[in-house]
């Protein structure tokens, strides 16, 4: 299986992308980091230990680290109108802070601030699989980028090369207006700096934003279709997620059909790049086809009713003058396109192995 990391603000959307990694036999979660973002940082982390203990794995199976609480320049932004005051509204079937099982995946300290034990887990984990030469793992980032950034910057460089195949993130709004504002999608609205970071990174990113993670909405039929298989516990925890999401983004956001699963799809994509290919075949920018072309994209971190926008050079416009795309060439692969029907499958069997585990 392919070895992946998974850091993440969780979240409705973020528990859907757990599920899969966790319960994926072509994927190995080697751990879960958690971010502030939809809700405080403490919040972001309980939801974290209580989604792993629901969907049935062991603290030391999957070891869950705590990260930043703030984003590297900015005051937190949380999203409660979306996602409920602690991060989870509405979710039903969680299991109590206070549970055992709960708290075993809380039980982790270290002496000095978390992002750094998060940081030196990481950089000694690389370090034994690239000694032992062992594939580059993926890290799915589907929070705010702040601990991804800090990864990036304090990790030694070379050692990133060696052991990180790519990073697969939700973040960005390529070509599509903004979710949290009118021009900027959430996560990267919440740390803007972080997600510069990650697009600028030599590493091979792999950006989900809101132009792709927009094809997947979760449609009253599949709710119809998971409530028909019958009440246990990870649906239930499923079900009652998607009803809170789905409320959220009629009521908040207008969209009628159903919510988006944004995150979800990062790690679809690990299991099956070919849900993101082009239907018809196109050599648009001089690329070949695959499931997604490179482009230069910039996060905007000036102040002012751009911040935190995703500007993507999609025909390789770059004003000559500008050093930095000039310099910087094609940054990030951009996802465009998706499958819709072959996606939800993949969560269906997901919820299936869960529940026979
Ligand atoms: C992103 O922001 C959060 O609300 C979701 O979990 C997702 O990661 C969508 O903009
Ligand atoms: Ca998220």
Same mark, same amino acid.
Request: proline share 8%; with cysteine; glycine share 8%.
């Given at each position: 299986?392919?070895?992946?990391?998974?850091?993440a603000?969780p979240g409705?959307d973020?528990a859907?992308?757990?599920?899969?990694?966790?319960h994926?036999?072509?994927?190995?979660?080697?751990?879960?980091?958690?971010?502030?973002?939809?809700a405080?940082?403490?919040?972001?982390?309980h939801?974290?230990?209580k989604?792993?203990?629901?969907?049935?794995?062991?603290?030391e199976?999957?070891?869950l680290l705590r990260g930043?609480?703030?984003p590297?320049?900015?005051?937190?932004?949380a999203?409660?109108?979306?996602h409920?005051e602690?991060?989870?509204?509405?979710v039903?079937?969680?299991?109590?802070l206070s549970?055992?099982?709960?708290?075993?995946?809380?039980?982790?300290?270290?002496?000095g601030?978390?992002?750094?034990?998060?940081v030196?887990?990481?950089?000694?984990?690389?370090?034994t699989?690239?000694e032992?030469?062992?594939?580059?793992?993926?890290?799915?980032a589907?929070?705010?980028?702040?601990?991804i950034?800090?990864?990036?910057r304090?990790?030694?460089s070379?050692l990133?090369?060696?052991?990180?195949?790519?990073?697969?993130?939700?973040?960005?709004?390529p070509?599509?207006?903004?979710?949290?504002?009118?021009?900027?999608?959430?996560?990267?609205l919440?740390?803007?700096?972080?997600?510069?970071i990650?697009?600028?990174?030599?590493?091979p990113? $792999?950006?989900a934003?809101?132009?792709?993670t927009?094809?997947?909405?979760w449609t009253?039929?599949?709710?119809?279709?998971?409530?028909?298989?019958?009440?246990?516990p990870?649906r239930d925890?499923?079900?009652?997620?998607?009803?809170?999401?789905a409320?959220?983004y009629?009521?908040?956001m207008?969209?009628?059909?159903?919510?988006p699963?944004?995150d979800f799809?990062c790690?679809?994509?690990l299991?099956?790049?070919?849900l993101?290919?082009?239907?018809?075949?196109?050599?648009?920018?001089?690329?070949?086809?695959?499931?997604?072309?490179?482009y230069?994209v910039?996060?905007?971190?000036?102040?002012?009713?751009?911040?935190g926008?995703?500007v993507?050079?999609?025909?390789?416009?770059w004003? $000559?003058?500008?050093?930095?795309?000039a310099?910087?060439?094609?940054?990030?692969?951009?996802l465009?396109?998706?499958?819709?029907?072959?996606?939800?499958?993949?969560?269906?069997a997901? $919820?299936?192995?869960?529940?026979?585990?």
């Amino acid at each position: 299986p392919h070895a992946i990391w998974l850091d993440a603000d969780p979240g409705h959307d973020d528990a859907l992308a757990l599920l899969l990694a966790l319960h994926s036999p072509a994927l190995r979660l080697l751990g879960v980091s958690s971010v502030s973002g939809n809700a405080a940082g403490l919040s972001t982390w309980h939801n974290a230990a209580k989604l792993l203990a629901a969907f049935g794995a062991s603290a030391e199976q999957v070891p869950l680290l705590r990260g930043c609480d703030v984003p590297l320049m900015r005051t937190p932004k949380a999203a409660p109108s979306i996602h409920g005051e602690d991060g989870l509204g509405g979710v039903k079937g969680l299991p109590e802070l206070s549970s055992p099982s709960v708290q075993s995946h809380l039980k982790r300290t270290s002496d000095g601030p978390a992002p750094l034990a998060l940081v030196s887990h990481l950089t000694s984990l690389l370090r034994t699989r690239v000694e032992a030469g062992e594939e580059p793992l993926s890290i799915v980032a589907t929070g705010p980028m702040t601990n991804i950034a800090l990864l990036l910057r304090m990790a030694p460089s070379e050692l990133l090369l060696k052991g990180v195949k790519q990073i697969v993130l939700m973040g960005g709004n390529p070509g599509v207006s903004g979710n949290i504002s009118p021009a900027a999608e959430f996560n990267f609205l919440v740390d803007p700096e972080a997600a510069r970071i990650v697009c600028d990174s030599p590493l091979p990113v $792999i950006m989900a934003g809101l132009n792709v993670t927009h094809q997947a909405i979760w449609t009253r039929p599949l709710h119809a279709q998971l409530l028909s298989l019958g009440a246990s516990p990870v649906r239930d925890v499923v079900s009652s997620a998607m009803e809170f999401f789905a409320a959220a983004y009629a009521s908040q956001m207008g969209f009628a059909s159903g919510p988006p699963v944004h995150d979800f799809l990062c790690v679809a994509y690990l299991l099956d790049a070919s849900l993101f290919a082009p239907p018809t075949p196109s050599a648009a920018n001089g690329q070949a086809d695959e499931e997604a072309k490179r482009y230069r994209v910039e996060v905007q971190t000036s102040e002012g009713h751009n911040l935190g926008a995703t500007v993507v050079a999609f025909h390789d416009q770059w004003p $000559i003058e500008h050093e930095g795309w000039a310099a910087g060439g094609r940054n990030v692969r951009v996802l465009e396109h998706l499958d819709t029907e072959r996606l939800w499958p993949l969560l269906f069997a997901a $919820i299936e192995r869960a529940e026979a585990r």
